[in-house]
Each structure stands twice: as structure tokens, then as C-alpha cells.
């Protein structure tokens, strides 16, 4: 009775960083813009710092009609928005937030778990592109799995290179193998492994496959209301997961300073530091073009990648 009392516990809190954690995200990226932007709306909305924007957009598309095109694969179109969300729930379970177990479920292969569970996600956008009956939203799904194929090696290396480093591809593991001098020789993959998940998440720069000067919104372009919201509440999500899993691998996760006790505050300082760096470059880099998007997987974050392996296993090596 104890283990399923610990069980539940564990998935309700995992669930209930799953559903806070996007949102903060989502309402911390309108004020950020508006500051870097000058942009007044996201500051006003409800008076006192714009504190009425997210429930003004949560208003807005469940007021919006939800349409199905009349020539789209009406089940394939209505499932994609969920197989987009929902792996990055999955994903949260196996990421450690905190010492002394502090993890929705322990997995022994847990960085292939969440690596894969992630690829998943990509789906979504592939079946939103395939299904929607539109020339413009084939096209965004096109680009989405060709995006996937470049930046899912650079991503799966770089992890690799991590768990050559602790010996272990569990992530409780690898953040109990962790050691602080770790960080400088391992930075190079961090910057890829960050990267190539912004990437996949189309975060801008990289966000062609939904080019709204070109490809109208890509994949998504059929799509209203609350199946619309929950392709955007996935893209936050998928930042969440991205900057956790990128404290864990390779910024120590919950190690920090001061005592362990802490720890769930260093993990979530370290991912919001990251997230604001995921906003940052929204506001900072033009879109990259197609052809530019896939030279930079190909020619630089591959080879890097390789790079930090190779120096990864000579440091192996030299220290034992």
C-alpha cells in the first residue's frame, strides 16, 4: 500500500510540473519579449505587469471555433495535437529533479528512454502536416521530419559523450557520478546537445518548418482553438524538457554550492536560467533558410559532436 501511496504521489507531482511549468514558461516569454521589444499589449493586460495575457490566450482559443477541414484525415488530424503533448509528460517522470531519489520513476536506460520518447513528439507535427490537406501544412511537415533526421544525431552523440563520461546511462546515475571539472571539457557538447533540441522543438532560429512568411504556420496552419493551443502548450513543454534535461546532463543537475538539501532548487534555478536563454534567442537571431538550417547540422554541430566524443574518450582514458 506504502509503494503505490509513493507511486501516485510521485505522478501527481510530476503531473502538476507538467501542467504549471509551460504555462510560467509561455507567460514569462510575453514579458521578456515585451521588455526586449518594446511591445505594450503583454505589459498592460489586466493592469498591474500584464498579469490578465495568459488568461486573455486561454480565453481566446477556447472561444475559437475548432474546424476540421473537409478533406483532411479527420482522426489522424484530431489525434496530433496529443501525440505532440504527451510524450514530454513521459519524459518528466524519468528526469531527476532532486537528490535522495527525487524522481517520478527510476529507469536504468534512461537517457535512450527520454531521447526516444522525445523523437515522438516530432510526430505530431508529421501527422498535423499529413492530415490537414493542405499544400502549405505538407510542405511544414516535410521540413519537420527533415529537420528531425538532421538534429536527432547531434543530439543522441553528445548524450553519448555524457554517458562515456559517467559510466552509466541512467540519469540518477550520471548525476551521481558527476564531478564539477566535468563542465569545462564538456561544454562544447552542451551548446550542441541545446542546440539541436531547440531544433527540434522549432524554436527560432530554427523555426522554418513553420515559416509564417513563407509556409503560412506550416503543419499547424488548419488548426484552431483548443487543438491549436495545445500545439503551442507543447512547444513549452518541450522547453521544460529541454532545459531540465540539459541541467542534468551537463550541468550537474541538482548539484550546486551549498548542501544537498537545496538540490530541487539548483535544478529548477539552472532550467529557468536556460529557458530565458531559449527566449532570448527567439527575440535575437533571424529565421535560418532551409538550405542554412541543414548545413549547420550537417557541417558544424555533427563534427562538433564527434569532437566531444573523441575528447571524451581520451579523458577516459588518461584518467584511468
Not at 526586449?36 to 471555433?65: I, S
Not at 528512454?113 to 498535423?128: I, N, P, T, Y
Not at 552523440?157 to 563542465?183: C, Q, R
Request: one cysteine or more; a negative charge.
Amino acid at each position: 500500500m506504502n509503494d503505490v501511496l509513493d507511486v501516485a504521489l510521485r505522478l501527481l507531482a510530476v503531473f502538476l510540473v507538467f501542467l504549471v511549468f509551460p504555462l510560467v514558461v509561455g507567460q514569462t516569454e510575453h514579458k521578456v519579449m515585451a521588455h526586449m521589444q518594446g511591445r505594450l499589449g503583454p505589459m498592460y493586460a489586466g493592469g498591474f505587469h500584464g498579469w490578465a495575457q495568459l488568461v486573455a490566450d486561454g480565453v481566446k482559443f477556447a472561444q475559437k471555433e475548432d474546424v476540421v477541414p473537409a478533406g483532411a484525415d479527420r482522426r489522424i488530424f484530431q489525434l496530433a495535437p496529443a501525440i505532440a503533448l504527451l510524450p514530454y509528460l513521459v519524459v518528466l517522470v524519468a528526469i531527476p529533479l532532486g537528490p535522495d531519489n527525487a524522481v517520478g520513476q527510476f529507469v536504468d536506460a534512461g537517457i535512450f528512454f527520454v531521447l526516444a520518447v522525445m523523437g515522438v513528439g516530432v510526430l505530431g507535427s508529421l501527422m498535423a502536416g499529413w492530415a490537414s490537406a493542405n499544400k502549405f501544412s505538407l510542405l511544414g511537415g516535410l521540413r519537420t521530419a527533415a529537420q528531425l533526421m538532421a538534429y536527432e544525431l547531434p543530439m543522441l552523440l553528445t548524450a553519448a559523450s555524457v554517458a562515456m563520461a559517467a559510466g552509466t546511462v541512467s540519469l540518477p546515475g550520471i548525476l551521481d557520478a558527476f564531478e564539477w571539472w566535468w563542465v569545462p571539457w564538456q561544454i562544447v557538447g552542451g551548446l550542441v546537445f541545446f542546440t539541436a533540441g531547440l531544433a527540434e522543438l522549432q524554436r527560432p532560429p530554427f523555426d522554418a518548418p513553420i515559416a509564417d512568411s513563407e509556409i503560412i504556420f506550416g503543419a499547424y496552419t488548419e488548426y484552431t482553438g483548443l487543438r491549436f493551443a495545445l500545439f503551442l502548450l507543447a512547444e513549452y513543454a518541450g522547453i521544460v524538457v529541454l532545459c531540465a534535461l540539459t541541467s542534468v546532463l551537463f550541468l550537474g543537475g541538482w548539484h550546486g554550492p551549498y548542501p544537498d538539501g537545496l538540490g530541487w532548487l539548483w535544478m529548477l534555478l539552472k532550467t529557468a536560467v536556460l529557458a530565458f536563454v531559449v527566449i532570448w534567442l527567439r527575440v535575437t537571431y533571424p529565421r535560418l533558410r532551409e538550405d542554412q538550417l541543414q548545413k549547420f547540422a550537417w557541417t558544424v554541430l555533427i563534427p562538433l559532436a564527434l569532437a566531444q566524443i573523441a575528447l571524451t574518450g581520451v579523458v577516459k582514458v588518461v584518467i584511468s
